[in-house]
């Protein structure tokens, strides 16, 4: 069983950085894609960026240019740097995994809270 634990979120004014870390226990095998989702209160998990195993990135519209994804995969860890944060970036952040190793797996993390302040 592979567990994700985020860290990093936090309360920040509008404008400001944050920088979320996801730590992933144990070696992912058949590992295909590792993410990042948020959700707001009411509104449905969306995905804010996603990297796959071969460094190819995808971020959401509303993301570009102030957000980026990295990677350590000796840690098997992934950041998210968020610059220029605004209010509607306030949401709970999650991690997630994905693969296949005989069967489908799709982990997640417990989220952690950003609130950004206007």
């Known amino acids: 069983q592979v567990q994700l634990v985020e860290s990093g979120g936090g309360l920040v004014q509008a404008g400001g950085s944050l920088r979320l870390s996801c730590a992933a226990s144990g070696s992912i095998s058949g590992l295909n894609a590792m993410g990042w989702y948020r959700q707001a209160p009411g509104k449905q998990r969306e995905l804010v960026a996603t990297i796959t195993t071969g460094g190819s990135i995808v971020y959401a519209d509303s993301v570009k240019g102030r957000f980026t994804m990295s990677r350590d995969s000796a840690k098997n860890t992934v950041y998210l740097q968020m610059n220029s944060l605004k209010p509607e970036d306030t949401a709970v952040y999650y991690c997630?995994?994905?693969?296949?190793?005989?069967?489908?797996?799709?982990?997640w993390g417990q989220g952690t809270q950003v609130t950004v302040s206007s």
């Open positions: 997630n995994a994905w693969g296949v190793l005989a069967v489908p797996y799709d982990y």
